[in-house]
C-alpha cells in the first residue's frame, strides 16, 4: 500500500488545505506537537504505510499551523482521511454491503416500474444484459471528492458570513455526503442500465459525473448555504486572506522543522519488521500441498483448488482482501454476491481473465466461528476474542466450490498463530 492516495485525490486535497487557510499565526502549535510525537513512537514500533502517511500529514500540518495558519481540527482530519491510501482500500472492502445493497435497491426499483430484472449479487441482468455494480459505481473517487467539496464550501462559507458551525451541524453534513453520492449512485445505476452503457461506453463516465454534480454537489453547496443563513450572528472574526509576504520563519524554528523532517525521512525509510508476521496453524485437507508465503500467507494447491489462508492478527490490521488481490493479478471480478454455501456466510464473485474463469469463496475464521462481516470478526476481537484470519477458496469449476469449502471446513482445527 502506498503512502498517499491516487495524485489526483492527493492534488486536490492539497488545494482544498491551502484554500482553507485563514488567518496567520507564528507560535508552535502545541495542540498538534503531542499528535507528532505520539505518531512518531507509533510509526517508530509499528512502520506500517498507514502509520507512515498519518505522520507524514500531521508533521505538515504542524509546521503550517507554526507558521501560517491555524485552522479546525475537523478539516485538516477529513482532508487527512481522503487521501490517504488507507481512505481507498477502505472504500473498497467495506463497500461490499453498500454495493450489494444498491444492486438490491436499483432492480427493486426497475422492477417496480415494469422491467424484468434478474438480480444477482453486485450483477443485474436486463434483456440478457449483463450490468456489474463494481467499485466505480460505489464513486470511490467521487465519494472523496464530494468531502473535499464539503469541506472547501465550509471553509469558505465561514470566511464570507465569518461564522464556524458547531460540531453538530458538521457531523451531520459529513453523515449526509455519504447519502447524497448513495443516492446519486442508485440514481447512475439505473440510468445505466436502462441505456445499456457498459464501462467502455463515452456516456458511462458522463453519467457518473452528471448525477455526482446534480444529486450531491448542488444540494451541498445549497444545504451549506443553509445553514450559514439559519446563523447569520459572527463569533470570531475570520480573516479571508493571508498575508503570505509577511510570513517569516526565525532560525531557531527553522532548526526545529529541519531536525523534525529528517526524523520523519528516517522512519519513512525504516524497513517493516519481518518478526511481527504471523501464520495459522492447521491440518491441511489430504492431498493439498502446504506452502508459506510472505505477509502472513499460506497456499494450499491440489490439482482442482487453490485455498489461502491469511492472517489477521489485530482487529485494526488490514487483512489481504480477495477482491484487491485478484483484480491486482490481472482478473476482472464480474459478479460478486454475498451468500451461503456449506452452512456459512461467505462472498462468492466469478472472475475472468482472458478466457480463464475462476469462481471463488472468502470469509473470516477464527477456528469456530465463520463470518463474512468485517465489522463482526474485528468486534469479536476487540472484545478479547481470538485472531481471525481470511480463508479464500478459487475453483475453476462452479460444481467444486462447495465441496471444497465443506472439506476444508471439516478437517480445520481450533486456529491459533506461530512466529516464523
Not at 464473485?349 to 463470518?371: C, E, I, R
Request: aromatic share 14%.
Amino acid at each position: 500500500m502506498a503512502i498517499f492516495s491516487e495524485p489526483l485525490t492527493f492534488a486536490a486535497g492539497g488545494v482544498v488545505l491551502v484554500a482553507s487557510l485563514t488567518r496567520q499565526r507564528r507560535p508552535i502549535s502545541w495542540r498538534l506537537t503531542g499528535f507528532v510525537v505520539l505518531v512518531s513512537v507509533w510509526a517508530w514500533l509499528v512502520p506500517m504505510q498507514t502509520i507512515k502517511f498519518l505522520l507524514v500529514f500531521l508533521t505538515l500540518l504542524w509546521i503550517v499551523e507554526s507558521s501560517i495558519s491555524r485552522q479546525r481540527l475537523w478539516l485538516w482530519a477529513v482532508i487527512g482521511i481522503v487521501i490517504s491510501p488507507l481512505f481507498r482500500y477502505l472504500s473498497e472492502v467495506f463497500s461490499f454491503p453498500i454495493r450489494l445493497q444498491i444492486s438490491y435497491w436499483a432492480g427493486y426499483l426497475l422492477k417496480l416500474i415494469g422491467y424484468q430484472v434478474k438480480i444477482s449479487g453486485n450483477l443485474l441482468t436486463l434483456d440478457g444484459h449483463d450490468f456489474s455494480v463494481d467499485a466505480a459505481c460505489i464513486g470511490l473517487h467521487l465519494l472523496g471528492f464530494s468531502y473535499l467539496a464539503g469541506v472547501f464550501l465550509i471553509s469558505q462559507a465561514s470566511k464570507k458570513h465569518n461564522y464556524r458551525l458547531p460540531w453538530g451541524a458538521i457531523l451531520a453534513l459529513l453523515m449526509l455526503i455519504l447519502g447524497l453520492n448513495i443516492a446519486a449512485n442508485l440514481v447512475r445505476i439505473i440510468v445505466l442500465v436502462l441505456g445499456g452503457w457498459p464501462p467502455e461506453h463515452p456516456l458511462h463516465e458522463l453519467a457518473g459525473l452528471v448525477c455526482v454534480l446534480v444529486y450531491v454537489w448542488l444540494p451541498l453547496a445549497l444545504i451549506i448555504k443553509g445553514f450559514y443563513h439559519l446563523h447569520p450572528s459572527p463569533s470570531t472574526s475570520l480573516s479571508s486572506t493571508i498575508s503570505w509576504g509577511k510570513i517569516s520563519i526565525s532560525w531557531k524554528k527553522g532548526l526545529v522543522y529541519i531536525g523534525s523532517l529528517s526524523w520523519v525521512i528516517y522512519l519513512l525509510w525504516k524497513p517493516y519488521s519481518a518478526s511481527s508476521v504471523f501464520y495459522p496453524t492447521f491440518s491441511a485437507p489430504v492431498g493439498y500441498t502446504h506452502t508459506p508465503l510472505q505477509h502472513g500467507i499460506t497456499q494450499l494447491r491440489n490439482s482442482t483448488s487453490l485455498i489461502y489462508l491469511k492472517s489477521i492478527p489485530s482487529f485494526y490490521s488490514v487483512e489481504h482482501s480477495p477482491y484487491i488481490c485478484w483484480r491486482g493479478s490481472g482478473y476482472k471480478i464480474i459478479m460478486i454476491k454475498e451468500t451461503n454455501i456449506a452452512g456459512i456466510r461467505c462472498y462468492e464473485a466469478k472472475m475472468t481473465k482472458g478466457q480463464n474463469v475462476l469462481y471463488s469463496a472468502w470469509w473470516f475464521s477464527d477456528g469456530d466461528t465463520h463470518t463474512s462481516s468485517q465489522l463482526d470478526f474485528r468486534w469479536r476481537m476487540l472484545s478479547g476474542g481470538r485472531a481471525f484470519y481470511l480463508i479464500n477458496v478459487t475453483v475453476s469449476n462452479p460444481r467444486h466450490l462447495p465441496s471444497t469449502i465443506k472439506q476444508m471446513l471439516d478437517t480445520q482445527q481450533h486456529q491459533a498463530f506461530v512466529k516464523r
